[in-house]
């Protein structure tokens, strides 16, 4: 991949970050072991918006609705305020 070296490192780390660039047939793969296994932590709060974007999608399997939950209640009730809609509209 391509990036700073600590961020590809990262990404190839957390399984997680693995869903964003994955298809629904991909996802639907995944084992009900593998969905439980998914966790907040360590992810950054635009990862989390976007995975509860691809994760709300239709025809996404049933296992990730738990992880959905978590990601929605970490990420809470709030709006992004301007600087971090800013910050999720820059470029890497």
Same mark, same amino acid.
């Given at each position: ?37 998914? +966790? ?5 709060? !635009? %990862?989390? =918006?976007? &995975? ?23 990420? +809470? ?5 301007? !600087? %971090?809609? =800013?910050? &999720?509209?820059?470029?890497?």
């Amino acid at each position: 991949g391509e990036g700073e070296v600590s961020e590809v490192r990262r990404f190839k780390r957390k399984p997680e970050l693995a869903l964003l660039v994955s298809d629904t047939e991909e996802l639907r793969k995944l084992s009900p072991y593998a969905w439980r296994n998914m +966790g907040c932590s360590g992810l950054r709060p !635009q %990862e989390m =918006r976007c &995975l509860v974007h691809v994760l709300g999608r239709p025809g996404m399997p049933a296992h990730a609705e738990d992880f959905l939950k978590m990601l929605q209640v970490k990420l +809470g009730q709030t709006v992004p305020s301007e !600087q %971090e809609v =800013r910050a &999720l509209c820059e470029q890497p």
